[in-house]
Structure formats: C-alpha cells, structure tokens
C-alpha cells in the first residue's frame, strides 16, 4: 500500500512540472478565469482557515491531480481579493538591456555590473535598474543559481570599500558583505529597484509609473512590484546567469511579501525565501491584532478587496497557509524576528497548515521556519537561507533542523480536513 502511494505521489509531482513548465516562460502572467467570486457582503462568514481544497463547483479535491487544477482557481482567487490582476509582461525581444557600468571588487572575485532595463508599451517608456552581483575568482564554477532580490536602494555603484572615511562607509560594508557572502556561496545575485516601477512615497497615486502604462488592470502595488521580480527573471535568463527552476525569489519586510506574491504566481523561482514578511505573507490576517492589520493597509499596497476585509475577519475569504500551498513542492523558507524567543503564533500555525501538501509531494524538507533577533538581514540570517538552499538543490545534508515548531500543542484554526490522500503528519 505504502508503494503504491508513493507511485501516486510521484505521478502527481511529475504532473506538476509539466504544469509549471509547458507553458511559455517568458510571458507568465496572472490567469484572469471566470470564477463567480463573491463581493465582500456577500461572503459567507467562516469558522476558522478558508478550505483550501474546495474547488469552484463546491466538491472537494481528491488527488493530486485535482490539486494541480485547483491551484488555478486559487490564484485567481487571491488576484481577486488581495493582488489584483496583472498584464503580460514584455517580451524580452522587446527589452533594451543595457549595461550601465561595471567594476571588480572584493580583490577582483566580485563582479558588479549595474543596468537599465527600459521598453515602451501605449507610447509610454519605463526604465528601471538592476545591480548583478557575479563570482569571478579563479576557479569558481557557476551552478546557474541566482538569487532576485527586490530593494528600494540599489548599493552606490561608486561606493569604495576601500575609503573607509567616506559617507555611509559602515552601512554599505555591511550591506556589501552580505552581497558577498551570497555570491561566494555560488550563487549570482540581482537586486533590482523596486521603487523604479513605481514608488512607495507615491501614496495612492495609481498615475505613476507602471500603473498609468497598464491603465486597465486593477493590480496593486505588490503586485506591480512582483511582476517586476518576475522581469527581472526574464532579463537573468536572456543572460544567460540562471535558468527556470534554478532562482530564489527573495525580500525582506515589504520586500518579502513582494517576494511571495512573485513565487505563487512564477513557478520559475525554485524557492522562495522571506525575512520579516509579515501580514498578507506569511503572517495570518486573521489571527492578527486589527491594528496591526490596519497598519499593513496603506492605500495600493493591496487591492481594494483586500482592505474592505478589515474589521470583517470571519469573510476573509482566503488566508497565508493557501499561500504556502501554492509555492509547494518548491522551496521555501521564512525567517521571522521571535516573539519571547518563539516564533509569532499566526506564522507557525500558517506553516504547519501548509504542512501536510509537502509531505504529500514527498518533500517534507523543502519547508522551512527559522526565528531570529532583530529585524535586518544580517550574515547569520543568509547563513540558514544558503544551508537551506544548498539541501535543496544540491541535496547537502545541513546541521540544522529547519522545520522548528515552538507552539505544537497550539490546535490548528482549521474546521475542515485533509483530503484522504494526504498525510496527516503534522
């Protein structure tokens, strides 16, 4: 019996990468299907997690075969109530990829490349800026794994590690070593700046930047952003530094929800990877405190539905474990500043509920939940990224367990149960 699950398992994971794969990789986008989605007074008022394995016409999934199906109707579900709907992005033959500047450093085993990515659509040109991070010291070999990294300030390109008496010296060190520790692990990074699509200080001004190009989509501002950790994806593979399935798809505070939002809807990103992301990401809206709820709701950031849920918990029509869900079997890994030295409850109990979908896929291992001590990305923080990463691409055995729960006894916020097919380890 036990083989016999095993050779279902091992079908539905082979299922799913013709899913993730058959289609036409560069123009991904956000399917718009025509569900009868419900506005939010309509919403039926619900006892704990939204089920996730209810499919539209009200039967549950059964296999992983129904779940491959069902995952279309949950983005769409999540682009309805908290993203929003994006365009196609631009075909990367009608990108104009130029390379700005370029130096060696770190003793000429980092190399810094800096571009303008720019292309026109409704007569309207955008530009935005990416930094390439590469290891060049003699004798590296180049696995094709890239991190994309979505910041509001790329590093000065004319920042010189050298001149320890010039302004911000400290803080770009600090930032520049962890640039370094990334890419003398063997991974090449991007980081690419978000606020070039459209800026945090516009407020709710929807006339700037990408918004006013694609007038006639209702995305939101993470959504926006997400689209372009996406490009930027496009522009690492047309050069040739990474490949689908072989880049991580990462940010921090706002950019980890940034980051989530690209790996649910770019199944390229092999793994996905947070750090304080927080409400709408990893962190349930509705185990929340409200004002903390209303704090992560400034104008754009999300799409209308999602605020007009606010005060109304029990109609919240989706939750952050549905987010989980639809990353896996791919990896991913959230590192969260402690609460008392435990993980903040919303999140684990979040994780634990995506749980079983891992052990389903056979790949128990590629979920990860690690608590640390301040709120910046600091060099141990990439440590446990890069550990968890090298066990799953390279399948190196690490000294750490990845999978920490500090609220076991805590009952899962869920009123419904797993399909038969999964496993009820968790």
């Not at 991070?133 to 004798?139: H, K, M």
């Not at 003398?184 to 001004?205: I, M, P, Q, W």
Request: glycine share 6%; hydrophobic share 40%.
């Amino acid at each position: 019996m036990k083989l016999k699950i095993i050779a279902i398992l091992s079908f539905g994971l082979i299922l799913l990468a013709k899913q993730l794969y058959a289609q036409d990789l560069h123009i991904v986008e956000q399917k718009t299907l025509a569900y009868d989605f419900k506005s939010i007074e309509q919403l039926p008022a619900c006892n704990g997690l939204p089920d996730p394995f209810v499919k539209p016409n009200g039967k549950r999934v059964q296999t992983l075969g129904d779940w491959i199906e069902q995952r279309d109707y949950l983005k769409s579900l999540l682009s309805f109530y908290q993203y929003g709907h994006a365009p196609k992005r631009p075909y990367v033959r009608d990108l104009v990829i130029e390379q700005l500047d370029s130096v060696q450093r770190a003793n000429d085993t980092i190399l810094d490349e800096r571009y303008a990515i720019s292309w026109t659509h409704n007569a309207q040109k955008m530009t935005f800026h990416m930094s390439i991070y590469r290891n060049v010291s003699e004798g590296h070999i180049s696995h094709n794994l890239a991190v994309i990294n979505n910041v509001d300030v790329l590093l000065p390109f004319k920042w010189d590690e050298n001149n320890k008496t010039a302004r911000h010296y400290d803080r770009h060190e600090q930032r520049f070593k962890q640039i370094s520790k990334i890419v003398a692990h063997g991974y090449t990074l991007c980081e690419f700046k978000r606020n070039d699509f459209f800026s945090v200080d516009a407020a709710s001004k929807r006339d700037t930047g990408v918004f006013d190009m694609y007038q006639d989509y209702d995305w939101s501002a993470i959504a926006v952003w997400a689209w372009g950790q996406s490009l930027s994806l496009d522009v690492l593979i047309e050069l040739g530094l990474t490949e689908p399935g072989k880049a991580l798809s990462s940010g921090e505070a706002l950019g980890g929800k940034v980051a989530v939002c690209a790996g649910i809807y770019d199944e390229r990103f092999g793994s996905v990877a947070v750090i304080n992301a927080g409400i709408g990401a990893t962190e349930s809206p509705r185990l929340c405190d409200q004002r903390q709820w209303a704090i992560e709701m400034p104008e754009t950031r999300w799409h209308p539905n999602f605020k007009k849920m606010l005060g109304h918990k029990d109609k919240l029509a989706f939750d952050v474990h549905m987010h989980q869900m639809l990353i896996a079997p791919r990896a991913f890994i959230s590192i969260q500043k402690h609460v008392e030295r435990k993980h903040p409850l919303g999140t684990e109990l979040m994780t634990r509920v995506a749980h079983p979908l891992y052990v389903a896929y056979g790949a128990p291992h590629n979920q990860a939940l690690i608590s640390s001590c301040g709120r910046n990305l600091t060099k141990r923080k990439w440590d446990k990224i890069l550990a968890f990463n090298d066990q799953y691409f390279f399948g190196k055995e690490a000294d750490t367990n990845f999978y920490n729960l500090h609220h076991s006894e805590q009952a899962l916020p869920i009123a419904w149960d797993y399909p038969q097919l999964l496993s009820p380890e968790f």
